[in-house]
């Protein structure tokens, strides 16, 4: 499983964004990708996930409620919606891909670590100014 993100921009605070993780080489039925940012100086944290098998989603607390992770199947895409967006939220945004099958507890808990992942995209940068 291969994945590519997308969709960094500059937006001024309160702004919205979309990123996009096209997915492809899949060879099982199920995975998960994560979403995970990189702030300057600091370590990389997952902020969010979605598990294919029953299109789960998890999210950070930081994030629940202004962030939206959702799948477009016929394009292999994952996005992150993100909304009110502020300028603690800047940062390099990565997605990265899974394709073990877990339950959704599984999931709740190891979406947002780094090594639950095997497969990583480069990084779009999201800036957010004041």
């Known amino acids: 499983l291969q994945v590519v993100e997308s969709g960094g921009a500059l937006v001024q605070s309160g702004g919205s964004l979309r990123l996009s993780c096209v997915v492809s080489?899949?060879?099982?039925?199920?995975?998960?990708i994560g979403w995970f940012r990189q702030a300057p100086g600091k370590e990389r944290e997952g902020i969010g996930c979605?598990?294919?098998?029953?299109?789960?989603?998890f999210y950070k607390d930081s994030v629940k409620g202004r962030f939206t992770i959702s799948r477009d199947s016929a394009k292999n895409t994952v996005y992150l919606q993100m909304n009110d967006l502020k300028p603690e939220d800047t940062g390099v945004y990565y997605c990265?891909?899974?394709?073990?099958?877990?339950?959704?507890?599984?999931?709740?808990?190891?979406?947002?670590?780094?090594?639950?992942?095997?497969?990583w995209g480069r990084g779009t940068q999201v800036t957010v100014s004041s």
């Open positions: 990265a891909g899974e394709e073990r099958y877990f339950s959704d507890q599984y999931y709740s808990v190891h979406c947002f670590t780094r090594r639950f992942f095997t497969s």
């Open positions: 080489e899949i060879t099982e039925d199920y995975y998960a």
């Open positions: 979605i598990a294919t098998s029953y299109g789960s989603t």
